[in-house]
């Protein structure tokens, strides 16, 4: 996720910036950047690679604006660093969201004339404006048009050399106003300026900041002026970073419905998927006899769900298969198989060997990446990427659903594609998938019924968790959470299989945590409740909306909202990642950094 600062005040701007944007060192990044206004022009610098051991070259100044780029258009190069410039050098911009609509802009740009140096969405800006000046409007007309002809997601802040005030703008993506004594700050989060001053106003979407030495804010649509209440932040600095959650875990889980939004952003239009990351690989997806799925851990959860949609949407045979095992098999492949590799850090030792295996056999590989530029991104044929912004708990959570929406919706294009569904069909699942968002925000919103059972249970040694269909892995990825952040032991199994020898570890120290939604499999999982309670088992379910039945036969219930049957793992999973954490945190563990473990395990 970028991160942008800006500044005006009395101190240099050009030594402050470096400072302040490494205090969102923590959101990740691949490139940097600051410009800062050097009457009579603006002063530019732009790195790629990280600010470890970087000292400013800028003139001294009292107004400038700082970027961190964590890449999503264009690779993690100089040029693609921000600010971005007009072709003048008069405006500069520093961009953090997604622009859906940018090339259409950059081509009427083009037919304009305007050059642009970069392969971002962010360029178009700083053209736009510097296109409706040239018209004769102020440099707050030109922002305000701008901001209106933008699709898609923006926080941005915009220097113009003619003009000794910075312009900030939001629409989907944060920003905050820090108000000091003399100076004044806008960054993407407090983090960045806390050590200045607690004072801040948080900008809503469609509003325009103008900061001097004072702030004014706008409705960039309407240009009405707004009266902003000051906030005062209690965090401290450490706290801030973690946007006020205890753990990134926490905060990662709760990003959720955002992670999701932006996963889903400019990707279904007209009823139907759009990947342009597919683009000329239609016909070869058109010959297709078969589908496997290559990953680890919770992004091998990841494909074990996607298994049962992708077999019910496009009707093809899907294989999941553990990358670390693939690779030292002599795996059946060839060129009529697609080949998805799903990996969060896209540096993961055996998935990448899995991957090349899979290319020397001439397979079509598509990776599902949340990395930009990581090595299995680079070498997969296509890469579709999560843009779940940087995962920094060892324990992936929003990671996972934004692989299990991306997954979902190569499903449906190649289920368009190959047409093995009707449209309605496709159309129904789409609608609820852009719902999904919302229903993340009322599942997450429902924490306290869940840190209520976690105080109950934090003792327990053992548990299981038991689901089934695609619930199944959310129960095999309800037990790895518990394990890797708790240190206590968890066994996730198909609901149907404990009959088999598990059930013989029921007792009252082992809870069993039921995925037990309204689903095809419902009555079957009610049969299997009463198989544990029967034996001194103790029931925890996760359950449909106001589930009455499920209520009344189990000791606890964790609610999920409401969704349509092939989506609820996008939902389940939720209140089984905030048990893990709330029973890890009880138990004082190192959630972000969990002994033995690492994020990103590039060794074999
Ligand atoms: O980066 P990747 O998705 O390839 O990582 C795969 C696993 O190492 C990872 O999912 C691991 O299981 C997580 N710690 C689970 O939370």
Redesign the pocket.
Known sequence: MCGIVGYSGEKNASELLPSCLRKLDYRGYDSFGFAVQANPTIAVEKHAGRLDGFTSQLPESKLGIAHTRWATHGSVTEKNAHPHMSCDGSIAVVHNGIIENYSELREQLKQQGHKFVSETDSEVIPHLIEGLLAQGKSFEEAVRETCDSLQGTFALLILNKESNKLVAARKGSPLVIGVGKNENFVASDVTAFIEFTKDVIFLDDNELAIVDGNVEVQNFSTGKKLDKKVSKIEWDAEQAEKSGYKHFMLKEIFEQPEAAQKCLQGRIKDGKVVLPELEGRDEKLKEINRVIIV?????WHAGLVAEYIMEELVGLPVEVEYASEFRYRNPIVDDKCLVIVV???GE?AD?LAALREAKKKGALVISICNVMGSTIARESHSTIYNRAGPEIG???TK?FTTQLIVLTLVSLYLADLIKSNPLEKQREILSALQEIPDKMQQTVDESNQVLAIAKKYWEKPNALYLGRGPNFPIALEGA?KLK?ISYLHAEGMSAAEMKHGPIALIDSDMPAIFVAVKDKTYNKILANIEEIKARGGTVIAVASPADKEMEGNVAEVMHIAKTIELLQPLLTVLPLQLLAYYIADIRECDIDKPRN?AK??TVE
Do not use: D
């Not at 990953?295 to 992004?299: D, F, K, L, M, Y």
């Open positions: 990953a680890c851990g919770t992004s990996s969060q850090s993961t998935t060892v324990a992936s990671a790895l890797e473990l990103s395990v």
